[in-house]
């Protein structure tokens, strides 16, 4: 039976994503019977602000989860892992931030705007995509209405906020240091100081060269799109910037794809926006992009490399569409089919 007012759960709550969630939630007046907040025990009894409610942190545990219809989880794999079974035994729906369950073939892996039909068939978790893959996915999805795509590569360059808060605080203290003249902290999130350098590590590396963040890239593209075994190969570093995810991507497509029909393909796809006037510097940044639920798009050209090809840039605040948004449009979307 659907319910279109629901007792509500956020897991890791203290957290990056959590505060946005926070934000984008009372923004869109989100149908809450109830709010629970919860992080772990270092939290608990901190208060979060919910439009004028304080409401105090709880521990998360079986207890606190009891009653919750929908839970969105913000936290780490092993909390997904541990709680995601409880939720649904419970009868619950989890929405996932995380990776922990992004591949599993029952799970579906949704960005609303381009395969909300897998809300379909979900059995009580559903995952949202890495970061920069929403993004990704939302500007591939519009272009193969032009022409089927033949291979994807791209270079992101993602804000420290995308490693979550402690990571902020690391380039903040990095950066400060500099200011003042003083030694630099070492670094203790990243492998490397991130304060005026970039970091051509995402993750940890794999066997076959690639970080697990581009594997991720790849496989979750593919889930989202339904095209098993697109060519695509990612590069993603890590920069100095707090907010915001860009990437450099070149697709190319079966036959030819105007760039007119491409802009026109782009217009039309929801939550994705154009902004492409490189005669006056106009193009999505970190800068002129963050607090925005959409994607952005500019920088589009032919890619003269090869034939059927096109280059672009995009830029998304990873904690907006990257996280928070994407989480609590798929739950609006599951309301909104009777699917919970
Ligand atoms: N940051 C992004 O751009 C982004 C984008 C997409 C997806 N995600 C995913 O979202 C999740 C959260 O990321 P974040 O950037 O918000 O991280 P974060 O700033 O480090 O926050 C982590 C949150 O999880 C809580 N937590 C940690 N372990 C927990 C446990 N065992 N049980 C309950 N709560 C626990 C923390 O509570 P305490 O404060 O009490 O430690 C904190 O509230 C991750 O899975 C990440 O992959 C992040």
């Not at 402690?166 to 500099?178: N, T």
């Not at 999130?189 to 963040?213: K, W």
Request: glycine letters at 8%; hydrophobic letters at 40%.
């Amino acid at each position: 039976m659907a319910k279109s007012s629901l007792n509500v759960a956020v897991i890791g709550a203290t957290g990056a994503v959590g505060d946005v969630f926070l934000r984008v939630a009372a923004e869109r007046n989100f149908p809450f019977s109830s709010l629970k907040l919860l992080a772990t025990a270092r939290s608990a009894g901190k208060t979060l602000r919910y439009k004028d409610q304080e409401i105090v942190v709880e521990e998360t545990s079986v207890e606190a989860l009891k009653g919750a219809d929908l839970v969105f989880c913000s936290a780490t794999s092993a909390a997904s892992r541990e709680y995601a079974p409880i939720i649904t035994k419970m009868g619950g729906v989890m929405i996932d931030d995380g990776s922990a369950f992004r591949m599993q073939a029952n799970v579906p892996l949704v960005i609303p705007e381009v395969n909300g039909d897998d809300l379909e068939w979900h059995e009580g978790i559903i995952s949202i995509p890495n970061c920069t893959t929403t993004p990704l996915a939302m500007a591939l999805h519009a272009m193969r209405q032009v022409a089927p795509l033949r291979r994807v590569t791209v270079a992101t360059y993602q804000a420290t906020s995308g490693t979550g808060a402690a990571a902020v605080e690391e380039l903040k203290s990095q950066l400060g240091a500099f200011g003042r003249g003083e030694p630099i902290p070492a670094a203790s999130v990243y492998p490397h100081q991130i304060a005026m350098n970039v970091l051509p590590q995402v993750d940890v590396f794999g066997e076959d060269g690639y970080t697990a963040e581009e594997a991720k890239m790849r496989n979750e593209t593919r889930k989202i799109l339904h095209i098993d075994g697109l060519p695509f190969s990612a590069t993603c570093a890590r920069v100095p910037t707090v907010l915001g995810h860009a990437e450099a991507v070149h697709v190319e497509f079966e036959k030819d794809a105007p760039l007119d029909d491409i802009r026109e393909a782009l217009r039309n796809q929801p939550g994705l926006e154009i902004m492409d006037d490189p005669a006056n510097s106009v193009y999505p940044m970190p800068l002129n992009t963050a607090g925005d639920d959409r994607a952005f798009v500019g920088r589009l050209r032919k890619d003269e490399s090869t034939d059927h090809g096109i280059a672009f840039w995009c830029v998304t605040d990873n904690l907006r569409k990257g996280a928070a948004t994407n989480a609590i449009q798929i739950a609006e979307e599951l309301i909104r089919r009777g699917k919970i």
